[in-house]
């Protein structure tokens, strides 16, 4: 849609909203008894109140594009002045009011093709509607992913560490995955979390446990001991430098809840980038199960990316797989949504707590306890996105020293 165009749409849903929110606020002052609350305005009119509410809040919105986002829609609208002509409104005003309706309605059909569209269109001049827009529209794409897909998880935990490695060119990383409420939806579908390495390495991958084995056996990096929910039967599939944790067994239905918690410690995983690669350093969580809630922890080690704070990079994995945001054709790949990562405690680990998983701070001490670092040296970022699009790649980035805005 170029600008004119865009600016023309923009004016002409202001125009429509505000006739909309004039034209019932007249209507409304002539019901018998001008009634001020949504449940008192219901009783009067015979309505529901949940109708009644949304009329009320669109026609006092000082903001006319507000109006078009929030009134009810055509059908209703109409219930609402047959009601309020039964009880002895002006028929210029039942009138006046029938024909803003009809312009709202032309407007949604030639302009958007539903109200769904419409909204999406909106949210984009609404910045304070978007939340909104965008929870109930990942509400609705979880119920048909995970239906689709056959599975979900109420909790999705993905918390990585990063601190200096032996090797001062390479990061070491430990990453701490929790899948909590995990079920299949129906009998024969395969669920798995995956991790894995980008950069390459000068060696092969070696995950190993808090204890040091090489995870050869999955029990090694199980911690069963912080599930909420019975403790998941999986399988270990290692293909180069990618693991999969696949969920084993035939369980399926509402009984089947089950949770899975393991920690991988992998040293020298990452490379450190000097101040002349211009190279952001990046982890990521990906969204391969349907998810209530995502929960995406950053712990750093102060002496790494001293004065900087990650950028929150969501991308689309459903055309070119797994994003480097170092590569610029990937940008295209970017959704434009609006969660955003953030500092929530500069120091130690007794703060980050996650709701409907009591003992994550425990777990955390245990990290920390079998690594021998020492938590007050790590400051924590979280992303926490409410029903994380599936299929997408939740990035934390680092700018590379010298980035602007980077001490």
């Not at 239906?147 to 990061?171: C, E, K, M, W, Y």
């Not at 000068?202 to 029990?219: C, H, I, K, N, T």
């Not at 002349?276 to 998810?291: C, H, I, L, N, Q």
């Amino acid at each position: 849609m170029s600008e004119p165009a865009t600016e023309n749409l923009e004016a002409r849903i202001a125009e429509i909203g505000g006739s909309l929110a004039a034209a019932f606020r007249r209507v409304l002052g002539q019901v018998r008894g001008t009634p001020a609350g949504p449940q008192a305005l219901a009783t009067t009119l015979g309505l529901d109140k949940v109708l009644a509410s949304r009329l009320l809040n669109a026609t006092r919105s000082a903001d006319p594009i507000a109006v078009v986002q929030h009134v009810p829609g055509p059908e209703p609208l109409r219930r609402v002045l047959r009601a309020a002509a039964k009880r002895g409104v002006a028929a210029p005003l039942i009138a006046e009011a029938d024909a803003a309706v009809a312009r709202f309605e032309e407007l949604v059909r030639n302009e958007a093709g539903d109200r769904s569209a419409l909204e999406a269109i909106i949210s984009g001049w609404l910045p304070e509607s978007r939340p909104d827009f965008e929870l109930r529209r990942k509400q609705a794409a979880f119920r048909a992913m995970s239906q689709l897909r056959g599975a979900s998880v109420n909790i999705n935990l993905s918390t990585v560490l990063l601190a200096p490695a032996q090797d001062p060119r390479r990061i070491d990383v430990v990453w701490v995955i929790g899948l909590l409420g995990l079920q299949r939806l129906r009998p024969g579908v395969r669920v798995k979390f995956t991790t894995r390495r980008l950069d390459g390495g000068e060696s092969p991958r070696q995950p190993r446990s808090l204890g040091g084995a090489v995870l050869d056996s999955l029990l090694d990096a199980r911690l069963d001991e912080f599930c909420v929910n019975t403790p998941a039967e999986l399988e270990l599939v290692r293909t180069g430098d990618v693991v999969h944790y696949m969920l084993a067994g035939e369980a399926f239905g509402p009984n089947s809840s089950t949770d899975f918690v393991i920690a991988e410690v992998n040293r020298n995983e990452i490379a450190r980038v000097g101040s002349d690669s211009g190279r952001k350093t990046y982890v990521f969580a990906e969204v391969d199960t349907p998810s209530k809630l995502l929960v995406f922890d950053v712990i750093v080690q102060r002496d790494l990316f001293a004065g900087a704070s990650p950028e929150l990079i969501v991308y689309d994995t459903s055309g070119e797989g797994v994003a480097n945001p170092n590569d610029p054709t990937r940008d295209v790949d970017r959704y434009d949504t609006i969660e955003t990562i953030q500092l929530i405690s500069p120091s130690g680990v007794d703060a980050l707590r996650v709701a409907h998983f009591p003992r994550y701070v425990e777990l955390l001490r245990r990290v920390f306890a079998s690594t021998g670092w020492n938590d007050a040296e790590f400051r924590t970022y979280r992303a926490r996105v409410d029903y994380p699009i599936y299929g997408s790649q939740v990035t934390a980035a680092f700018p590379p020293p010298g980035a602007p805005g980077r001490a």
